[in-house]
């Protein structure tokens, strides 16, 4: 079945540090594929999408690309801030009019010192 | 923008009883999710609706069951509660009528207590 990879926490960082989340993913057919943030003591918001190959998706100066041939998604960031400490999930859902739900990576913690 | 309507937020139950969450998608969606995500684990798909009928069924218990009515929203009821259900229970919504990336809108989220 789908499934997502995540490379796991927790991962502890200075600020104005480089990140990088490595994201992989098994799936049939083509996905979509999404990063949610979830800060302490709060839901799932999304962060950003990408739906199809050599898509990027950015916001927030996190930026993650459809890469099919390697099936990843990557999360980057060129300077983190204390404000981005949260978990970061990575997910798919098969689209092209399937009723399919999201399926989650493990999650990775990130905590930005000052 | 409307987002996604949960009740309640917080709810402290004992072992053995019953409890109900309630979920108000967003305006036009015709699909319901929920999810179950415990302490310090990734969100795990329970069951989803789809125009009020069940269209997917993930790790969802005997114990639990959920419907979605005819203005959409949906209740998932709990019964026999143990200590184990103790978590952060999501509802998410969406629309197959719009195009889009597929994306899920997620709820606040009820944090259920079992005592």
């Known amino acids: 079945g789908d499934s997502v990879t995540q490379m796991e926490g927790p991962v502890t960082l200075s600020e104005e540090a480089f990140l990088t989340i490595n994201c992989t993913y098994t799936?049939?057919?083509?996905?979509?594929l999404f990063w949610y943030v979830q800060y302490p003591g709060e839901g799932l918001q999304l962060l950003l999408k990408?739906?199809?190959?050599?898509d990027k998706g950015s916001n927030k100066g996190f930026e993650a690309t459809y890469r099919k041939e390697t099936t990843s998604f990557h999360l980057e960031k060129g300077s983190v801030q204390v404000s981005d400490s949260a978990v970061y999930f990575c997910a798919l859902r098969r689209y092209g009019g399937s009723q399919g739900n999201l399926i989650f990576g493990k999650g990775t913690k990130l905590s930005v010192k000052p | 923008a409307a987002g996604v309507i949960q009740s309640p937020r917080h709810l402290i139950k004992e072992k053995r009883e019953t409890a109900t969450l309630k979920c108000y998608p967003i305006?036009?969606?015709?699909?319901v999710y929920w999810y179950q995500q415990g302490p310090g684990q990734d969100p795990q798909f329970l069951i989803s609706f789809y125009e009020k009928m069940q269209s997917d069924k993930g790790s969802i218990p005997d114990r639990f069951s959920a419907q979605q009515f005819s203005d959409y929203h949906s209740e998932l009821n709990m019964s026999s509660l143990e200590l184990g259900d103790s978590a952060l229970y999501f509802c998410?919504?969406?629309?197959?009528?719009?195009?889009?990336?597929?994306?899920?809108?997620f709820g606040e989220g009820s944090r259920l207590t079992v005592l």
């Open positions: 990408a739906t199809k190959a050599d």
């Open positions: 305006p036009r969606h015709d699909t």
């Open positions: 799936a049939t057919g083509y996905p979509s």
């Open positions: 998410a919504s969406s629309s197959t009528r719009e195009k889009g990336t597929g994306e899920l809108f």
